[in-house]
């Protein structure tokens, strides 16, 4: 491993740059600069773009010039392209051509066929980004995320190194194997997975369906115990969650983990070699909050995984799970800052 640093960040580290965006900007490809105020009434992201990719029709926003260097910005779970609301416009000014996607199961991103299996296993939200670069014609990005997000921008960056200029994970190095998801844990630990548990049931999985939002919110509480969303904020992100396959995937995800459920046998050479522990050979950057109540590794049980340019950065001021809406600047200036190391 090369050029290991790690860093500390606050809240306010990078000033009070206020960028924003109008759903008209979005559209249009291109950021709009807005005061604070103006950019909490636009109502977040609009997925304004959609193209078939794969087993997909992907709904995605995408601003800054069509000929900039690529970011692609992926979400986790339960939350959606609104994660990055004001991330995004901030690397747009720079001069990025941003696309941030709506994952399988969420949004306004549809299964093309009714018979594709509605699969929630990590390579095969990997298998979509691949589909939605090649779509788009991008050759190569700089992939970042938190969460699901982050799993998958890490497997891209691990399998499909030849496409990814740079890496931004929060929480590191999350690419897992059914094999090491059956590894008993300490009472402790078992404990920050209850959900987990709680979707392997089918009390489980006909609760989350029937108290989506209510769950969600939960989630959103308990692993960022320190952010003051507002009703708005949650409602902008909880509209994806009728997603006709939301359920479907956020179940098969977790079961899959567990070894509770089989995926789909043409993934089975890329989790073979994500059940070896790949390494990542790209310049990294991982981040993490100093609040983050979700369950998540110690950076120092990951650092060796990354063989490139890497950094960590500790971002603190009560910052949990959704960090790059939580601490937006910090993401965003990781984003640029492991791009330039390209």
């Not at 794969?54 to 800054?64: F, P, Q, R, V, W």
């Not at 209510?214 to 994806?240: C, G, M, N, V, Y």
Request: proline share 6%; charged share 20%; glycine share 10%.
């Amino acid at each position: 491993m090369r050029n290991l640093k790690t860093a500390t960040l606050t809240r306010r580290t990078f000033g009070s740059v206020a960028l924003g965006l109008s759903a008209a900007g979005i559209l249009a490809g291109q950021p709009a600069r807005a005061d604070q105020s103006t950019r909490m009434r636009t109502g977040g992201l609009v997925a304004g773009g959609r193209v078939d990719a794969g087993d997909l029709s992907i709904a995605y926003a995408e601003l800054g010039p069509a000929d900039g260097p690529p970011v692609l910005l992926f979400h986790g779970w339960p939350y959606d392209i609104n994660s990055f609301a004001e991330v995004a416009p901030l690397l747009a000014d720079q001069g990025h051509r941003v696309v941030v996607p709506h994952l399988r199961g969420y949004g306004g991103t549809r299964f093309l066929s009714d018979d594709t299996m509605r699969n929630g296993q990590q390579s095969a939200l990997a298998v979509d980004a691949i589909k939605l670069m090649d779509a788009l014609s991008i050759d190569t990005a700089t992939v970042a995320g938190f969460d699901w997000g982050a799993r998958t921008a890490d497997i891209v960056a691990a399998l499909w190194p030849e496409r990814c200029t740079a890496l931004v994970s929060v929480s590191g190095y999350l690419i897992g194997s059914q094999t090491a998801g059956k590894t008993p844990l300490p009472p402790s630990a078992e404990l920050q997975w209850w959900y987990q548990f709680y979707f392997a049931t089918d009390r489980g999985r006909e609760g989350y369906e029937k108290y989506t939002n209510d769950f969600a919110k939960l989630i959103w509480k308990l692993a960022s115990p320190h952010w003051q969303f507002d009703d708005a904020t949650f409602e902008r992100s909880a509209a994806a969650f009728s997603n006709p396959d939301h359920v479907a995937i956020v179940v098969h995800n977790y079961r899959w983990r567990l070894g509770l459920t089989g995926g789909e046998s043409r993934f089975d050479e890329f989790e073979a070699k994500l059940a070896a522990g790949p390494e990542i050979h790209v310049p990294t950057i991982t981040m993490e909050g100093d609040a983050n109540g979700a369950p998540h590794p110690d950076p120092k049980a990951y650092a060796l995984k990354f063989k490139a340019k890497y950094e960590h950065r500790l971002v603190s001021g009560g910052i949990g799970h959704n960090l790059p809406q939580e601490a937006p600047e910090a993401f965003a200036k990781a984003v640029g800052d492991a791009s330039s190391w390209a």
